[in-house]
């Protein structure tokens, strides 16, 4: 059972870091086409900072609307693209890239991802809950398929005779 659970939680880290330098790359690829100087090294940014779940494009905003502020002398408009671009990477991880690469990695379904996630952060609360949510739900499913669900399907599957 441990090492179910080992593997669950290292293709857990594995996913988050496949997460965090995908929404990386949808970021640097967007300041890049905004012309926004040092866009790779924002990119990067936020890859390491995603490995944080659902905060990392959110922590990058700052420092890449700071040097788009810089870079277009104060036009609003400009600042407000750049933003744009990290709602966007933003909301696609919240949305369909943490569920579905989490689910797929992890065997657990994108609505149950998504709903660990509000779950353990109520429970556990802030940053904490959301980086351990999805390793707790597997744990609890382990746990759960190995001492719940096939101890019932072993009483319904039983050679005894039929009832009269």
Do not use: C
């Amino acid at each position: 059972m441990v090492g179910e659970i080992s593997r669950y939680i290292v293709t857990y880290f594995r996913g988050q870091i496949t997460i965090g330098f995908s929404v990386s790359g949808i970021i640097a690829l967007g300041l890049i086409i905004l012309n926004l100087q040092y866009a790779l090294l924002i990119g990067l940014f936020v890859g390491f900072v995603g490995l944080i779940p659902y905060l990392g494009a959110v922590m990058a905003i700052v420092p890449g609307d700071t040097l788009a502020y810089l870079q277009s002398n104060g036009d609003w408009g400009y600042v407000l693209l750049v933003a744009l671009v990290f709602i966007f990477a933003s909301q696609a991880e919240s949305l369909y890239i943490g569920p579905k690469i989490m689910g797929n990695r992890t065997g657990l379904h994108p609505v149950v991802v998504i709903l660990s996630l509000f779950f353990w952060s109520a429970i556990i609360g802030g940053v904490l809950g959301l980086m351990l949510a999805v390793p707790l739900t597997a744990t609890m499913r382990v746990v759960l398929q190995r001492y719940v669900w096939q101890r019932e399907s072993a009483v319904f599957t039983t050679d005894a005779p039929p009832l009269p």
